[in-house]
Structure formats: structure tokens, C-alpha cells
């Protein structure tokens, strides 16, 4: 679950960690309030949405589809400014690198005051899959993204595994701040800070932490002037106050719908949809579709214990896709029955009108009642007895192949 860089800076602040003071926004109202209870000065104007690249988004009517503005983060130097930029950025859609062309709407601002900046660092905390332990990260070269930094000079990113039983170590601190160049009270600034988030990662059960930009001052602090925060969605059982956090708006609908029914499900790119028991035969499924030449339109798992209405209930949001042209049902019949499973396909064809191409796989439990149940339907669906065959199927009937 992510949250938005203001409720980040919230808990930052909770947790002693160094942030400059600032004020959620739903209005032009509050955003000039905020101005004022900052004391009037320089002040950054920030879009507040479940992505990042908004400095170098552009702002767009969502009516019109008119540009508003480029970037949606801006330095206001007066009231004026203030207002102008909240005008164009509230109740508009920002596009990022992350959101993709259809962008987000912005229903929120963060005015924050602003600091004198001598240099710009990145900073991130997050799990190393392969080594199995939080992963620090750092570099001198900060509010840039850090995905080209990591291409062009990946030299100038710093590294530090971290034992989760020993925790952050002293010198793992020093090392990060030697290698940022950084001494003195800048140093010591900046590994009091460090400490602090990197028991804010694990007293919360973070996935990731980013800041970029983390900056020193001209008085030499080091100040999180920026906070992308995700936690586990696994643990979020133990931390009620932290889900209620989430901003259900800023998700995928069909996702949100997902879980609620139980349903593991992400939305792809693709035309083929793809509903599965078990994570692993999922990836698989998807893969096996891409080495025939198509392409996935989602991720599904119904579990190891579906029922027929939960089936309807996948198949639906599946349609909800319009790139969907396909879909292959791949389930492999352990504690769940094949012959339920065919019920529930049968259910949500006919309640659901499906017209196009559907290919099902079922092997396992009760696989020959299933595929007996399926044969005697009347539907145009279509069966196939190995993953192979059903992938190659679905994909030639989509129209798709290499």
C-alpha cells in the first residue's frame, strides 16, 4: 500500500526525523491559508498523487484535455503564485513517466516551506530479493531519476545490506555518509536521520522508502525534502492506523474490486485475459502466452478455493478491460474441484454475455467431470488438455502469434 508524500512527512515527523513544515490541501482556500501560516515566504507547491516524476509532468484539463501547466511541483515566491499553481493543478490530470498517458487526477496539495539548498542527494531503503535483507541506497545525485542515474553512471549509486537481526550498524552509517561526501555536522545530521528511517522501515513494515530529493542545507542539516512511502500490504494487520491511510482513489478500481472478492489481480497491458489458480501457474500461464507471440492482459489468481460466484466475479472484471479480446482459463484442480470450476465458467458466460474467444485448461481434481460439464454446455468454449495447447489456441483466435 503506498501513501501520499503528506501523510509520509506526518509520520516522518512523528518518527524525530528532519522535514519542513507544510499543510495538505484539498483547496485554493487552504493552499493560501497555508502560504500564510508559512510566514509568507518562498514556498513548493506540490501535486499530491501515487507517483513519481510530478516535477516534470504536465498538467491537463480533464474536460478540454487543454494543457494547464508543465510540472506539478512549483516554487511560489507570493500569494499570486500560490494561487495560480493551485488553480492549475487541482481537480486536473497529471501526467508522469509512472502514470502513463491517461495520467492522474490531482484532488490534493501539499504546500511546504522552502529551504536554501546547497546540494540534492537520493536516498532509498527498501528489500533486496536476492539477499533477502533491507537494501540502503544512496547517491550524490539527487533529483534526477534515479533509473538513469543507474544506467548512465551506476558508479555514483552507494549500496549497504543491512542484517535485519543486528540492525543498521555505525559504520554501514559513516561508510554512506563518507561516500556522500559528506563531514561535520552534515555527517552527523545525516546519520541521525539515517538511523531514524531505517527504523521507521522496519518498526512500520515498509516495502520502501524513497526520498529524492534529500538535501543539505546551507547550514549543513540534512532535511527529507521529499517521501515515497509503501508498506507491506502482508503486515498491514499490525498497523490499523497506517491503513487507514490508504486512499483507495489513487488505486486501480478493478483492483480494489479484486481484493475485496478475494482476488489477486493486476491489471497488464495486453488483450488476452488470464484467469488462474495459484500465483506461480499464473506467471507461468503468462509466460507461456508471450512465447507464443501474445500478450497478457492481466495478472488473476482466484486461490486455491474459489467459488462459483467468485469465478463471475473475476470474469467481470476481466471484461472490465476493453483491450481484452481472449481469455484463457488455466486451473489446476488440487484443493479446488474442476467440476466447480466449469460451473462457475458456464455461470459467468451466460450472466455476463461473453462473446469473445474463451479457451479453458483444467487438469486435476474432478478434470474429466469439468471437462464433461463444459462439452455439454452448448458454449462456444473452447478446450484444450496441456498449457501449451491452450496457450497457442487463445492466442491464434485473438488474432495474435508469431
Given amino acids: 500500500m503506498n501513501i501520499h508524500e503528506y501523510q509520509g512527512k506526518a509520520l516522518f515527523r512523528e518518527a524525530?526525523?528532519?522535514?519542513?513544515?507544510?499543510?495538505?490541501?484539498?483547496?485554493?482556500?487552504?493552499?493560501?491559508?497555508?502560504?500564510?501560516?508559512?510566514?509568507?515566504?518562498?514556498?513548493?507547491?506540490?501535486?499530491?498523487?501515487?507517483?513519481?516524476?510530478?516535477?516534470?509532468?504536465?498538467?491537463?484539463?480533464?474536460?478540454?484535455?487543454?494543457l494547464m501547466m508543465e510540472g506539478g511541483v512549483k516554487i511560489a515566491f507570493s500569494r499570486e503564485d500560490v494561487q495560480q499553481f493551485a488553480e492549475n493543478i487541482l481537480g486536473n490530470v497529471l501526467v508522469t513517466k509512472q502514470t502513463g498517458p491517461e495520467g492522474k487526477t490531482v484532488n490534493n496539495l501539499y504546500v511546504e516551506g522552502g529551504c536554501k539548498i546547497s546540494h540534492e542527494?537520493?536516498?532509498?531503503?527498501?528489500?533486496?530479493?536476492?539477499?533477502?535483507?533491507?537494501?540502503?541506497?544512496?547517491?550524490?545525485?539527487?533529483?534526477?531519476?534515479?533509473?538513469?542515474?543507474?544506467?548512465?553512471?551506476?558508479?555514483?549509486?552507494?549500496?549497504?545490506?543491512?542484517?535485519?537481526?543486528?540492525?543498521?550498524?555505525a559504520e554501514q552509517a559513516k561508510s554512506l555518509a563518507d561516500s556522500l561526501n559528506l563531514s561535520g555536522t552534515a555527517a552527523n545530521s545525516f546519520i541521525e536521520n539515517l538511523t531514524g528511517l531505517f527504523n521507521f522501515f522496519v518498526s512500520n513494515d515498509c516495502a520502501m522508502v524513497e526520498i529524492n530529493p534529500m538535501v543539505r542545507t546551507e547550514d549543513d542539516q540534512i532535511v527529507l525534502l521529499d517521501a515515497k512511502v509503501g508498506f507491506d500490504d502482508n503486515a498491514?494487520?499490525?498497523?490499523?492506523?497506517?491503513?487507514?491511510?490508504?486512499?483507495i482513489s489513487e488505486e486501480e478500481p478493478t483492483e480494489v474490486r479484486a481484493k475485496a472478492a478475494g482476488l489477486s489481480y493486476v491489471k497488464l497491458d495486453g488483450d488476452?485475459?488470464?484467469?488462474?489458480?495459484?500465483?506461480?501457474?499464473?506467471?507461468?500461464?503468462?509466460?507461456?502466452i508471450k512465447l507464443y507471440g501474445g500478450e497478457p492482459?492481466?495478472?488473476?489468481?482466484?486461490?486455491?478455493?474459489?467459488?462459483?460466484?467468485?469465478?463471475?466475479t473475476a470474469f467481470g472484471i476481466i471484461m472490465e478491460d476493453p483491450n481484452v479480446k481472449?481469455?484463457?482459463?488455466?486451473?489446476?484442480?488440487?484443493?479446488?474441484?474442476?467440476?466447480?470450476?466449469?460451473?462457475?465458467?458456464?455461470?459467468?458466460?451466460?450472466?455476463?454475455?461473453?462473446?469473445?474467444?474463451?479457451?479453458?485448461?483444467?487438469v486435476g481434481?474432478?478434470?474429466?467431470?469439468?471437462?464433461?460439464?463444459?462439452?455439454?454446455?452448448?458454449?462456444?468454449?473452447?478446450?484444450?488438455e496441456t498449457l501449451a495447447e491452450g496457450a497457442q489456441m487463445i492466442v491464434e483466435l485473438v488474432g495474435g502469434g508469431n
Avoid at 335 to 352: H, Q, S, W
Fill in 236 to 247: 498491514l494487520f499490525r498497523h490499523p492506523e497506517i491503513f487507514e491511510l490508504r486512499d
Fill in 297 to 312: 492482459a492481466n495478472f488473476l489468481d482466484v486461490g486455491g478455493g474459489a467459488n462459483e460466484e467468485q469465478v463471475t
Fill in 121 to 169: 542527494y537520493y536516498l532509498a531503503i527498501l528489500i533486496d530479493r536476492e539477499e533477502k535483507v533491507p537494501l540502503i541506497m544512496a547517491s550524490c545525485e539527487g533529483g534526477m531519476d534515479i533509473e538513469e542515474v543507474a544506467e548512465k553512471t551506476p558508479e555514483a549509486i552507494f549500496k549497504v545490506n543491512v542484517d535485519p537481526q543486528i540492525g543498521l550498524e
Fill in 326 to 362: 481472449g481469455i484463457l482459463v488455466n486451473i489446476f484442480g488440487g484443493i479446488m474441484r474442476c467440476d466447480i470450476i466449469a460451473r462457475g465458467v458456464i455461470a459467468a458466460t451466460e450472466a455476463l454475455a461473453l462473446e469473445d474467444p474463451l479457451v479453458v485448461r483444467l
Fill in 16 to 66: 524525530g526525523l528532519t522535514v519542513q513544515d507544510g499543510y495538505h490541501c484539498t483547496s485554493v482556500e487552504q493552499a493560501l491559508d497555508a502560504y500564510d501560516a508559512l510566514g509568507g515566504n518562498v514556498v513548493a507547491v506540490k501535486s499530491q498523487i501515487h507517483a513519481g516524476g510530478r516535477g516534470k509532468g504536465s498538467l491537463f484539463c480533464p474536460d478540454s484535455g487543454d
Fill in 272 to 288: 488476452i485475459g488470464c484467469l488462474v489458480n495459484g500465483a506461480g501457474l499464473a506467471m507461468a500461464t503468462m509466460d507461456v
Fill in 365 to 384: 481434481t474432478n478434470f474429466e467431470e469439468g471437462r464433461r460439464i463444459l462439452a455439454e454446455s452448448g458454449l462456444n468454449i473452447h478446450t484444450a
